[in-house]
């Protein structure tokens, strides 16, 4: 299996408030995802990294911002946490070019409240 | 409206029919992955196709990428209850930034 390790796996939080999910590699990849999935809509891209502090928007960016400091760790950040942001939240990697295969970590249940 | 649209969004059969999922688009796109995903795990790579009109099989699923790379399907035969799932489709695309798309899904449910 790919080293992917996503925390916290459960959360629940008050709305209004930050959260900051983790999403750490041991794979040396090059790209990092963050989706989220909900019933009815597959998975939907957030924010994705294309190298250390390159990152860009995904389809549903809004209320989400992304960090990524060094290879190992992509973060996502929701600001102020809404109902509509309870989600599950995937993170995958992808070494990219040839090699588009994604691996995935498995996935953070995150509920506001 | 989502870049790829797949369907039927739920599909639920006996055990020992044929289905076929269908993933469309109305870009071109140079592959196209499948994947499945099963509860309480992230979804893991089936096959990628990558020329026109390409037929990839694996076991009793069968993968072909449309004569214009706009469209994919996966035909299984003889479904089993361990192909209960969810498949997406994905594509990538963005040059070097590698941007990862996933379509909306078919839900599979095959009853014993």
């Known amino acids: 299996d790919a080293g992917i390790t996503q925390s916290p796996r459960h959360k629940v939080t008050e709305t209004g408030t930050p959260v900051t999910l983790r999403c750490h590699q041991t794979?040396?990849?090059?790209?990092m995802y963050w989706y989220r999935q909900d019933p009815g809509h597959g998975l939907r891209l957030i924010h994705y990294?294309?190298?250390?502090?390159?990152?860009d928007k995904g389809e549903v960016s809004d209320g989400y911002s992304v960090s990524r400091s060094k290879t190992e760790d992509f973060l996502l950040t929701l600001e102020s946490a809404t109902s509509s942001q309870t989600s599950v939240y995937f993170c995958?990697?992808?070494?990219?070019?040839?090699?588009?295969?994604?691996?995935f970590g498995q996935g953070t249940r995150l509920t506001v409240v | 409206t989502q870049l790829l649209e797949q369907s039927p969004q739920f599909l639920s059969i006996q055990e020992g029919e044929n289905l076929t999922v269908y993933c469309n688009s109305s870009?071109?796109?140079?592959?196209l992955q499948w994947y499945r995903q099963e509860p309480g795990e992230g979804p893991v790579l089936l096959v990628t196709?990558?020329?026109?009109?390409e037929v990839k099989k694996l076991k009793r699923l069968t993968f072909q990428f449309g004569d214009a790379r706009k469209d994919s399907s996966l035909h299984i035969t003889a479904a089993q209850p361990g192909d209960t799932g969810l498949y997406l489709c994905?594509?990538?695309?963005?040059?070097?930034?590698?941007?990862?798309?996933f379509g909306t899904g078919t839900l599979l449910a095959v009853q014993p």
């Open positions: 995958a990697i992808s070494q990219g070019l040839a090699r588009t295969e994604a691996f």
């Open positions: 794979e040396n990849h090059r790209y």
């Open positions: 990294s294309y190298g250390v502090k390159d990152t």
């Open positions: 870009s071109v796109f140079s592959s």
């Open positions: 196709v990558v020329t026109g009109g």
């Open positions: 994905a594509v990538v695309y963005g040059g070097a930034t590698n941007k990862l798309i």
